[in-house]
Each structure stands twice: as structure tokens, then as C-alpha cells.
């Protein structure tokens, strides 16, 4: 019988890329308490516990780990796996590849060093202050590169620069695939397990990023953001969505995508149905253009129903695992005024049972508990319903 497949996320892939050098230990995904965790779609989650194994591939299908299940937890965006993990195989791919040298490598390849961890690019002054604390020893600069990271790039562009500092140094570059996990002591105490176990010698520690993390933070201005409008057919999701997407557009801030349910079903999600399954794959495609979207400092706009709480916290996480923010408005219309509404007629379809699970009539919608703005359009106007949102948008659009 063959053993249930999971890609992992940006970040979990980093985690397991330490384990796999060895230095993180054990290597093993935690319970909901820790950071390393591991979490999975919850039909893989069952799938692992029948089989008592999880096998773990990259983005390209290729297995690179194996996990021991031991326990299950729920957590919002699926099943948090517990278990050892084994590793299979080394990811070989991918920008500047031949830098993520493994420990034991470091100390084989550069024995005498000083290293350097470094987390944002380095000032002239840093540069500087290096040079004078090295005094002569050889330098290697191990630029810790993993998803959330660094403070004001991304991983490749620290990577990019922390070679043109080196270039100045004459030090050698490691790379380090350390995420962020959003718990910043446990993120300090993580960094500080996996640079010990890289350097070879002595540590020159530059100042942590949260020393200086508001003066180097990206503005919301120049990051990438999803705006995800969710709520019941009727609700306005799409009409608000489109006058959002027309005053962007007309005030040149940023350059946007409108990601709109009905158009994304025309063309990206064609031939899918309403299903719960169908849905999901929907949402999956909808969240994850949207994340390239982020990626390269894009707003996307996106307006489906997206009924399931745990679809949404996957797009909240493949966006955040893309460097982007999300933001999420829910359109929380009542299902009476949706009804009244009823502007293409589905809501009387649905009632007469012409049409099959229908959200709100014959399928649920999961209210958001985490949205950043809640609008009830009910006897409103669409503009002022359009302020709110441009307000609360308003970092990103200056
Ligand atoms: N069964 C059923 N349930 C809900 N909606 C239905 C259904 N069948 C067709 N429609 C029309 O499809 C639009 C919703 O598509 P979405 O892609 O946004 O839905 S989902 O997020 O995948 O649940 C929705 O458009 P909006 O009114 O813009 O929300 C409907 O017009
Ligand atoms: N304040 C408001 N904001 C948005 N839509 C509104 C508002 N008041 C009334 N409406 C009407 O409600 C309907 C919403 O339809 P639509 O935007 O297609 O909803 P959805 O995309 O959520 O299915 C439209 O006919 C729109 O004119």
C-alpha cells in the first residue's frame, strides 16, 4: 500500500531542511505548544494516522522525509501532525543552492571562521565593525534565509546581498533556511540553537532584528497584501470588491489583480463544482495565485464566497508564507437580505431544491472569527460601505 503524500508549506520545508543537515535536534514535528509543527489537510491527517506514517514531498513530487505519526491535534488550517521525521532527501533545487552548506561542511570548508549571523542586509557600518572584530581571521556570514525572516528583503535578496558584502570582507557565504514562526522568543531561541550549531568557532553576534525591527520593516505601502472579501452570494462582496479595485487602479498607488468568485470560475476553477471538496480547490487556487500576487509586492483583490474557515486560514497562511499581509473583510450581509436581494434569482432556484447545495440554503457558511473588518451592507450605501474598507486600507494605499 503506498504511504499518504503531503507537501509541506514554504516554512515547513525549512524546518525540515534543518533537521535533514542536523542542526536542529531531534528532528521531530511538535504539538501545538512548540513551533516546529507540521500541519496537514485534514483528510491527509487521517489518512497519516491509518497508515502510522506520513510521507513528506517537495513541490515537485519528489519524497524527502518520512514522518512517524504519533499524535494528531487540530489546529485552524487542518491536523497538526506529531511524530519523528526521517529524512529521505536533500532538496537540490533552487536559487543559490550550492550556499546552504551543511554544518558538518562549514567546518570542514572553513575551520578557522568567525561567523556572522546575519538576518537584514549589512550596513557600511557593519561591514566596517566586522572587518575590525574579525581582525584578519577568515569570515563566514551565514545569512539566515528562511520564509519570514529576514526584516526588509526576502530570503533571496538577502542572500544577493549578503554576497555583495562578502565581496568586501573577503568572507564566505552559508546559506541558512531559519524561518520565523511568529513566536518571537521561540524564534531567538530556535536561531540561536541552529547558528551555534553552523559555526565552527567564535560568533560575532550583529544586533538582533528585533532591536531595530520598526526603523527597517517594510512599509505596507510597498508590500505585497490579499484582500479577501468573504460572505454569502448577494452579500456585495463582488460590488464592493470592483469600486476597491477601480480607486486603486485610478489612484496608480499599486498595481492590483482582481481575483472575483465568478470570473476565477469562468476561467481558473472552469468545470469545478459546489461540492465541499470542489469548493476548497477553489479557495486552494483562488489563495495561492493570490500569494504569487504578494510575492512580487502586488495587491490582489479576491471576492468568493469561501465558505470554509480552515480553507481561509490556508490562504492566510500560503500569503503570509509568501511575505504578503492578509487582509479579511467579511461581508456578513444577512442571509434574509441576500434573499430579498436575490439578484441573479439563485436563492428562489435554490429554495424550489433546483439547485444543490446551496451556501446558506443547503450549505454552510463558517462565519470568519478572524476578519479585520465586518460589514453588514443591509440599507447601507456602497460608498460609504467602500470607506470603511479604504480606511482600513489605507497603509497599503499611501
Ligand atoms: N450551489 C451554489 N452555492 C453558492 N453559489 C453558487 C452555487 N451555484 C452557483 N453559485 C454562484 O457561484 C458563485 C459562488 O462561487 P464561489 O467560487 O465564490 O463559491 S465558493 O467560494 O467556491 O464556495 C455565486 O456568486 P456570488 O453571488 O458572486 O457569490 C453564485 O452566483
Ligand atoms: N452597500 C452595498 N454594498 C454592496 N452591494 C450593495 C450594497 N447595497 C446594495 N447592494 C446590492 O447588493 C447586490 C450585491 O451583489 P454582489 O456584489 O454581486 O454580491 P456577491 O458578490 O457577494 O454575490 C448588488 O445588487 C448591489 O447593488
Known sequence: ????????????????????????????????DGVLTLVVPDAVGVAAVEAGTLELVEPEGTP?????????????????????VETLARNEVGPFRRLYLTPVEVAAQHPDAVTVPVTAPLTSGEI????????????????????????????????????????????????????SHGDAEADHALGTTVVAAYAPGEILALPTPADDAESTEQPEASRGVVVFFTGLSGSGKSTIARALTDVVLESGAR???SLDGDIVRRNLSAGLTFSKEDRETNIR??????????RHGGMAICSPIAPFDQTR???????????????????????????RRDKKGLYAKARAGEIPEFT????????????????????????DCLQEVLDLLDPYLS
Not at 508549506?9 to 531531534?26: K, M
Not at 505519526?69 to 488550517?77: D, G, N
Not at 446558506?360 to 460608498?383: C, F
Request: proline fraction near 7%; glycine fraction near 8%.
Open 1 to 32: 500500500m503506498s504511504l499518504p503524500q503531503h507537501c509541506p508549506s514554504a516554512r515547513e520545508l525549512d524546518d525540515l531542511e534543518l533537521f535533514a543537515v542536523g542542526a536542529l535536534a531531534p528532528a521531530r514535528f511538535e504539538s501545538a
Open 64 to 84: 524527502i522525509a518520512r514522518v512517524t505519526v504519533e499524535s494528531t491535534y487540530p489546529a485552524p488550517a487542518g491536523t497538526g501532525i506529531v511524530g519523528s
Open 128 to 179: 566596517e565593525a566586522i572587518r575590525d572584530r574579525a581582525a584578519g581571521r577568515p569570515v563566514a556570514l551565514l545569512a539566515l534565509a528562511g520564509v519570514g525572516t529576514p526584516v526588509d528583503t526576502d530570503p533571496i535578496g538577502l542572500i544577493r546581498s549578503t554576497l555583495s558584502a562578502a565581496e568586501q570582507l573577503s568572507a564566505a557565504v552559508v546559506a541558512v533556511p531559519l524561518a
Open 255 to 257: 498595481s492590483v489583480t
Open 285 to 294: 487556487r483562488i489563495g495561492w495565485v493570490a500569494a504569487e500576487i504578494a
Open 313 to 339: 486560514q490556508q490562504v492566510r497562511q500560503f500569503v503570509e508564507d509568501a511575505g504578503g499581509d492578509f487582509v479579511l473583510i467579511h461581508v456578513a450581509t444577512p442571509l434574509e437580505e441576500c434573499e
Open 360 to 383: 446558506g440554503i443547503s450549505s454552510p457558511y463558517e462565519e470568519p472569527t478572524d476578519a479585520d473588518l465586518v460589514i453588514d451592507t443591509t440599507g447601507r450605501a456602497l460608498d
